[in-house]
T-cell receptor, first 111, second 112 residues
Framework: DADVTQTPRNRITKTGKRIMLECSQT?????MYWYRQDPGLGLRLIYY???????NKGEISDGYSVSRQAQAKFSLSLESAIPNQTALYFC??????????FGPGTRLTVT | TQLLEQSPQFLSIQEGENLTVYCNSS?????LQWYRQEPGEGPVLLVT?????EVKKLKRLTFQFGDARKDSSLHITAAQPGDTGLYLC????????????FGTGTRLTVIP
């Protein structure tokens, strides 16, 4: 089984809808991250969490919110989706070091 | 602000050729990582370098961290179709956040 799982893998939604992307990990890591990937821009950090009680904004947090339900679960919400939030979204985990382990990604399309 | 610029953005070569991908920044990083990403999957870590001037080899892949810890290169010898993918560099900074800053990516295609 994969160490980092994301659901759904693909999602098409309409402008203005609220959606939630979920991430679960079995690696036992305290640190979890949400990134979005756009062609030519690499990966950009949306939010990160170093433990259940610690949530921090990343480079591009506007329009997004997160919830850390447990050490193993970190969800990303788009309160009111807009077309420029169409992207690939990745969840990642790490321990105290820099190495990050990524999930398979969620392809989100906002029409 | 894009801290890490990769070049080239796209690279298409014949099987057996050599290639080098560059990752450059004006910022100093405490570590530099290289990831490879295949379609439909998340990035997978290839290597981490932490010392200025450090060279690491992983089979046909050679990674180098610049002396000033601002840049890095990835050299592939005798490329194979299985090397096809998106290569991402990522710099780490020893701030309280301990986060990674990802480069813009190089999409490599190796033609059989």
């Amino acid at each position: 089984d994969a160490d980092v799982t994301q659901t759904p893998r693909n999602r098409i939604t309409k402008t203005g809808k609220r959606i939630m992307l979920e991430c679960s990990q079995t690696k036992g890591h305290d640190r979890m991250y949400w990134y979005r990937q756009d062609p030519g821009l690499g990966l950009r950090l949306i939010y990160y969490s170093f433990d259940v009680k610690d949530i921090n904004k990343g480079e591009i947090s506007d329009g997004y919110s997160v919830s850390r339900q447990a050490q193993a679960k970190f969800s990303l919400s788009l309160e009111s989706a807009i077309p420029n939030q169409t992207a690939l979204y990745f969840c990642a985990t790490s321990d105290w070091g820099y190495e990050q382990y990524f999930g398979p990604g969620t392809r989100l399309t906002v029409t | 602000t894009q801290l890490l610029e990769q070049s080239p953005q796209f690279l298409s070569i014949q099987e057996g050729e050599n290639l080098t991908v560059y990752c450059n920044s004006s910022s100093v990083f405490s570590s530099l990582q290289w990831y490879r990403q295949e379609p439909g999957e998340g990035p997978v870590l290839l290597v981490t370098v932490v010392t200025g001037g450090e060279v690491k080899k992983l089979k046909r892949l050679t990674f180098q961290f610049g002396d000033a810890r601002k840049d890095s290169s990835l050299h592939i010898t005798a490329a194979q179709p299985g090397d096809t993918g998106l290569y991402l560099c990522a710099g780490g900074r020893q701030t309280g956040a301990n986060n990674l800053f990802f480069g813009t990516g190089t999409r490599l295609t190796v033609i059989p």
